[in-house]
């Protein structure tokens, strides 16, 4: 079953971001992963508590798979990137899907 990881955030250093979108990608898509969503691109159609900058929704084919990428040894350091370019940040690893 597929898994989903729901991840918000701000860019605080586009430059330093754009290296870690560049580098994460394959990163991702060697764990199966693809982006559902790329930021931006939300809207709200009711409510409005919650006010995220930018929303990303990334889909791997199982849980394993999405944690294997998220412990694997490569991705660690751009975990320091990412933090090191982004504030607010709330990440999410959903239940599996149907």
């Known amino acids: 079953m597929p898994a989903y ?3 918000e955030h ?3 250093d586009a430059a330093k971001f754009d ?6 990608g394959p990163m991702i898509a060697k764990h199966g992963g693809r982006y559902l969503t790329k930021g931006g691109s939300h809207k709200f159609p009711e409510g409005g508590h919650w006010l995220p900058e930018r929303v990303v929704i ?3 084919p199982t849980m394993d798979a999405l944690n294997a990428w998220y412990t694997s040894p490569e991705y660690q350091p751009l ?3 990412r933090k090191s370019c982004t504030s607010d940040l709330d990440m999410l690893i ?5």
């Open 5 to 7: 990881l729901v991840v």
């Open 19 to 24: 290296e870690y979108r560049i580098a994460v």
């Open 58 to 60: 990334i889909e791997f």
């Open 94 to 98: 959903t239940l599996e899907g149907a």
């Open 79 to 81: 975990i320091a990137l």
């Open 10 to 12: 701000k860019i605080t």
